[in-house]
């Protein structure tokens, strides 16, 4: 999984493996979470957002997608 450090003030890393539609996001606050079955579209629309934080908590943390702490 590819890996893209960003300016955040609440993400330090995003990765995504498109095969398996896993999306591993590290947090300042030193944990790292891969979110299940997150469809690509998401993860550009993440990437491109002008605040990864924002987007991550709008279409990511509060639509419900299976998580775990890595």
Known sequence: MEKHKVSSSN??????EAQSKI???????GGVYHYYDVPNS???GLMNA???GQYFDRNIKKSGYRYVKV
């Open 11 to 16: 993400l330090i890393s995003i990765g995504y």
């Open 23 to 29: 999306l591993e996001i590290e947090f300042n606050h």
């Open 42 to 44: 998401i993860y550009k």
């Open 50 to 52: 002008s605040s990864h």
